[in-house]
């Protein structure tokens, strides 16, 4: 996270007094930077981009369906969520 913070921030302020004030070194950072990004890193930004893609396409009006679970009520009985 910190080094994230800093990427984001480096054409507002100098990398290395970002770095002094998150107490991590320059260097830790540019290895960071020079790293692939990771499988796990990869699958996140896609699952974010369908949701953003689902929430954007989505009709705005046309109401969700309601989940209906079967037998999770009161005597087996199905109920809405």
Known sequence: MRFRFIEDR??????RFMCDVLS??????YAWRAR???LR???NRELVDDIKRVH?????????RPCRVE???PRGQSRSH
Do not use: H, I, T
């Open 36 to 38: 692939p990004e990771s």
């Open 71 to 73: 037998g999770s009520g």
């Open 10 to 15: 480096r054409a507002d302020y100098p990398v």
């Open 56 to 64: 954007r396409d989505w009709p705005l009006w046309q109401p969700a």
């Open 24 to 29: 991590v070194s320059p260097a830790g950072y």
């Open 41 to 43: 890193a990869v699958a």
